[in-house]
């Protein structure tokens, strides 16, 4: 793979209007990322859980916060490996004039890299495959392809949210967001279809990047960036280089805050923040400055930048020497379990406390098992009365459906993707108070 053809400014949707001239196309990604940030489905994070329940009278990180810190921290990394490769090779502007924006492509990517997850943090995306793999919608296998199938059992974010940027919306024009293909590519994780994902062995193949309504799409883009292809059938590629600096910025920032709003809801006392964040500043005079600091908050904030920082440096220092066997496609890891020791160990230690007193937290348990009860209640009534639609009830639950969101086709494919399209761009309350009104726990008023 080659960076003149990796950082293409060709737009999705309007390929005839692609602007050839590199100097002329600079102006591209910083469309990319305004059209991100005013979307609706970005506005949309605001109200969607991140780890911890949405907020009461102690705010903490939903989807919006942190795909904005994610954004901050990847237009660092980018910048950095910018400026090192800048230093190399003083002519760099002459003959690869895209290479300045490189940050701009990482963190628009950013921003809309969580856009395909549901309400309810990850137990969304668990809540809408378990109706197909165990629930009602168990009965709809045989009528979609074994592919389709596996789209239904496993359903990824990582590939909602491709879906969300190229899917062209009823009444949304034929380019949905119609960003430039280097940014789309950026957030594709998992480059391949969900029947071979699952597969741990290869970082490409952990999940899956993209459903099986928007394989060619992908496709298409990814030879027209020169991706390395693997295999065509299933189809798998491997990375777009900037996925490292993507998936490097989620990682620094969620391992990091999460601890912060844990320390916020008194899940977590301070020193037990400080025992894991102080070495990781890697500064020696840290202890003087935090025991200049009164408040504990701002001790865990100065803590969790100072962590930022090191891990960023850590982060581009990989991705710099491994530039080579990344645009090869032959890094098999994550950048940050790459990072040198003791770096590397505190990080683990940090991840281990997280899964065993954050992310197993009584409020994030309930909010698990709620969003089961309540994306699988939704389902449950939109799905047969979309596919059926044979009474009087199924047509009003249909008028209750936003019409971007049905479609044309007959399949029963498209059809249930319609649904989860509509489902799965709801925030954690509309999704709520939906439930209760078509359930009738409560009763709408005008």
Not at 38 to 61: A, D, I, W
Not at 163 to 171: E, N, V
Not at 223 to 231: C, F, I, K, N, P
Not at 436 to 445: A, D, E, H, L, M
Request: proline share 3%; aromatic share 10%.
């Amino acid at each position: 793979m080659n960076w003149e053809k990796l950082l293409s400014a060709k737009r999705w949707g309007y390929e005839a209007k692609y602007v050839a001239s590199q100097v002329d196309a600079r102006s591209e990604f910083q469309r990319d990322y305004d059209r991100i940030i005013f979307s609706s489905p970005f506005r949309r994070l605001q109200n969607k859980t991140q780890v911890f329940p949405l907020p009461g009278s102690v705010f903490v990180h939903n989807r919006l916060t942190h795909s904005l810190e994610v954004a901050s921290v990847g237009k660092s990394l980018g910048r950095i490996f910018y400026n090192k490769l800048k230093a190399e090779d003083p002519g760099l502007d002459a003959h690869l004039p895209l290479m300045a924006d490189i940050d701009t492509i990482i963190s628009a990517a950013c921003l809309a890299h969580d856009l395909g997850n549901p309400a309810f943090g990850h137990s969304g995306e668990s809540a809408i495959s378990h109706y197909f793999a165990e629930g009602d919608g168990k009965k709809y296998q045989d009528s979609v392809t074994k592919e389709q199938w596996a789209d239904l059992i496993n359903f990824e974010g990582n590939a909602n949210a491709l879906r969300i940027l190229t899917h062209a919306y009823s009444g949304k024009g034929n380019g949905s967001f119609a960003l430039t293909y280097a940014t789309i590519a950026a957030i594709a994780k998992y480059p391949c279809a969900s029947i071979v994902g699952g597969n741990k062995a290869n970082i490409y193949t952990k999940k899956y990047g993209f459903f099986q309504s928007e394989q060619e799409g992908f496709k298409k883009i990814a030879d027209e960036l020169g991706l390395s292809q693997v295999q065509d059938s299933p189809l798998i590629y491997k990375r777009h280089p900037l996925v490292y600096l993507i998936e490097a910025a989620d990682d620094i920032c969620y391992n990091i805050i999460d601890l912060e709003d844990a320390h916020r809801l008194n899940i977590l006392s301070y020193q037990e923040i400080e025992n894991l964040l102080l070495p990781l500043c890697n500064d020696p005079k840290m202890r003087t400055r935090l025991d200049d600091i009164d408040d504990d908050d701002a001790k865990v904030g100065y803590l969790r930048a100072r962590s930022i920082n090191t891990l960023i440096q850590q982060c581009s220092d990989v991705f710099y020497r491994e530039q080579e066997a990344i645009l090869a496609g032959d890094l098999n890891q994550a950048l940050i379990d790459l990072i040198d020791e003791p770096f590397r160990q505190i990080m683990k230690n940090i991840t281990k406390l997280s899964i065993k007193r954050v992310y197993n937290y009584s409020s994030v348990v309930q909010i698990e098992v709620a969003g089961y009860k309540v994306m699988g209640g939704i389902l449950e009534e939109f799905i047969p009365a979309y596919l059926q639609n044979n009474s009087k009830y199924h047509q009003k639950l249909i008028e209750l459906i936003p019409k971007q969101f049905l479609t044309k086709n007959e399949d029963d494919y498209s059809k249930i993707q319609s649904i989860l399209d509509f489902v799965s761009g709801m925030t954690d309350l509309y999704a709520v108070e939906l439930f209760r009104k078509i359930k009738g726990i409560s009763f709408p008023s005008l």
